[in-house]
């Protein structure tokens, strides 16, 4: 279901502190289009910089990187809130070790975008255990898991 109560007050705040000055249409196209989608984010970490915005969803994995380079950082999750980066990087990481828990339960695939996203340290929390990998390209990589007793293959 589209979130437009997440994008109003996205926009209510960089409107407030002046942001993006550059890039708007991170704001005002991309950040408005995944918040329009039926399969919209419920909660996520958003970026508001002098130079256009960053929405990062609570999937399966994140990057962490992209918390390095940061104007503001808010936490959506039916309010928006200024987090420090340390925060930010704290509930992103407790939203997808919970995800990933209920994911695991279900026995779905789960597909991770980035080979250093912090996945890894979540899943060994979990019990998974890698037990064999194939990498696929420079960035992504296949693994087979053993969880619970099951074997699952994953995709990073």
Same mark, same amino acid.
């Given at each position: %279901?589209? &979130?437009?109560?997440?994008?109003?007050? %996205? *926009?209510?705040?960089?409107?407030?502190?002046?942001?993006?000055?550059?890039?708007?249409?991170?704001?005002?196209?991309?950040?408005?289009?995944?918040?329009?989608?039926?399969?919209?984010?419920?909660?996520?970490?958003?970026?508001?910089?002098?130079? $256009?915005?960053?929405?990062?969803?609570?999937?399966? $994995?994140?990057?962490?990187?992209?918390? *390095?380079?940061?104007?503001?950082?808010?936490?959506?999750?039916?309010?928006?809130?200024?987090?420090?980066?340390?925060?930010?990087? =704290?509930?992103?990481?407790?939203?997808?070790?919970? &995800?990933?828990?209920?994911?695991?339960?279900?026995?779905?695939?789960?597909?991770?975008? %980035?080979?250093?996203?912090?996945?890894?340290?979540?899943?060994?929390?979990?019990?998974?255990?890698?037990? *064999?990998?194939?990498?696929?390209?420079?960035?992504?990589?296949? =693994?087979?898991?053993?969880?619970?007793?099951?074997? *699952?293959?994953?995709?990073?």
């Amino acid at each position: %279901m589209a &979130n437009w109560e997440a994008y109003r007050l %996205m *926009k209510a705040e960089s409107v407030r502190v002046g942001w993006p000055k550059h890039y708007a249409a991170d704001l005002t196209k991309h950040d408005r289009r995944r918040l329009s989608r039926k399969d919209a984010p419920e909660t996520f970490v958003w970026i508001l910089r002098e130079s $256009g915005t960053h929405l990062l969803p609570i999937y399966d $994995g994140w990057a962490d990187a992209t918390l *390095k380079h940061v104007g503001q950082v808010y936490v959506y999750d039916g309010t928006l809130q200024l987090v420090t980066v340390e925060r930010a990087r =704290a509930w992103l990481e407790h939203k997808t070790r919970v &995800n990933m828990a209920r994911r695991l339960e279900q026995g779905s695939v789960t597909i991770c975008k %980035m080979a250093d996203d912090p996945l890894a340290r979540i899943l060994a929390q979990l019990g998974a255990r890698i037990i *064999k990998t194939t990498p696929s390209n420079g960035h992504m990589f296949s =693994a087979t898991l053993t969880f619970a007793g099951q074997s *699952k293959h994953k995709r990073h």
